[in-house]
């Protein structure tokens, strides 16, 4: 490209360039003025909008009367004016909507975790099942646009609020264990209450909390932490680390009831559906079980269970490559060691 500014882009062999029409480059310049000046401008992305002396406008085809599309980053793709959803290009949109993906534990997240929780005078380790802020980040992002208000009824030590501190959106978590409240605390300056998502809807009504745009959480996978395979309360014993979410009663990951357990899970993403916008998504992460030698198909019996009021949109399957195997079942029977979970994606549909 020469040094004189380009405005008009389109495709050639799948690669964008500046379009060599000097009257449609004008043309274009002219509606990126009309853009910078409309209400629309507040929509965009934020990189965008401190960068609009660099924007260009973007068509395939080069049609000027069709073109919705801005480019910043050629190599990032072209960002559509049409995106409802996200702030996202078409290119890293691309990225996210492959069914599967490999994701492990970062340093930087766990350098992150561990700082934190020692200044709590905690253990980085001590919450028996924690997640990453970088994993969440990217449900976030395609999800929801910059500013947008992102749920997380089991909050935890707070991953998905420094996902919404990362990109730039408002994170409401709800937290029953107020040592993982107060870690929250000293990791975010996001929303966290402090109770049981079994009374969410109270709770978010007493913070006048009316609307939320898109809701992500890992919940208890059932009582599973009081499993009998492998050493797992020995060793945790053994370093003084909790083995279990708490001890209360109405902490839904001590209830013994399968089936109760679904039940009462399925109420807490039941009462998030009244506050949900029209369209608005809901991913559970999930994973089905083996415990005492049966498998419980939990992440397929609760996503059958929420479709009575959303719509089961698809699934994207995570893929844990770091995990210690065991050989189960070895020699008489095949057992296998699960490492994936079910990133269930959900619908408010009117």
């Not at 890293?92 to 534990?105: C, H, L, M, N, T």
């Not at 929801?144 to 030590?157: A, M, N, Q, R």
């Not at 065991?326 to 408010?348: E, M, Q």
Request: glycine fraction near 6%; charged fraction near 30%; include cysteine.
């Amino acid at each position: 490209m020469n040094k004189t500014k380009k405005y008009f882009f389109h495709a050639v062999n799948r690669k964008i360039e500046p379009h060599p029409d000097l009257k449609l480059n004008s043309l274009a310049k002219i509606k990126l003025s009309n853009i910078k000046k409309s209400d629309l401008f507040e929509t965009l992305p934020n990189e965008f909008k401190v960068n609009w002396e660099k924007v260009g406008l973007y068509h395939p085809a080069g049609s000027i009367e069709k073109s919705d599309g801005l480019v910043l980053d050629l190599e990032n793709g072209a960002y559509s004016l049409s995106n409802k959803i996200n702030h996202l290009t078409g290119k890293e949109w691309i990225r996210f909507v492959k069914s599967w993906f490999i994701f492990d534990a970062i340093q930087s997240d766990i350098k992150e975790e561990k700082l934190i929780t020692q200044k709590a005078g905690l253990n980085s380790e001590d919450h028996p099942a924690t997640y990453s802020p970088t994993m969440m980040s990217d449900f976030i992002k395609f999800f929801t646009k910059e500013g947008e208000i992102v749920l997380d009824p089991f909050s935890g030590i707070g991953s998905t609020m420094v996902g919404c501190d990362r990109t730039r959106r408002k994170g409401i978590g709800i937290e029953l264990n107020k040592k993982y409240f107060e870690i929250t605390k000293l990791r975010t300056k996001q929303k966290i209450i402090l109770g049981s998502s079994e009374n969410l809807k109270e709770l978010l009504k007493k913070n006048k909390i009316t609307k939320i745009d898109f809701s992500i959480s890992s919940p208890p996978y059932w009582n599973i932490l009081k499993r009998s395979t492998g050493n797992f309360e020995k060793k945790r014993t053994s370093k003084n680390l909790d083995v279990q979410y708490s001890d209360r009663e109405i902490d839904i990951g001590n209830i013994d009831s399968y089936e109760e357990f679904i039940e009462r899970l399925s109420n807490i993403y039941f009462q998030i559906y009244d506050f949900l916008k029209p369209n608005g998504y809901l991913v559970v992460i999930v994973k089905n079980l083996k415990k005492d030698g049966k498998s419980y198909p939990l992440a397929w019996d609760l996503a059958r269970k929420l479709t009575d009021k959303y719509a089961l949109k698809d699934e994207k399957i995570w893929c844990q490559d770091k995990v210690a195997l065991a050989p189960f079942g070895y020699p008489f029977a095949y057992t296998s060691n699960i490492v994936h979970h079910y990133c269930l994606i959900f619908r408010k549909e009117n």
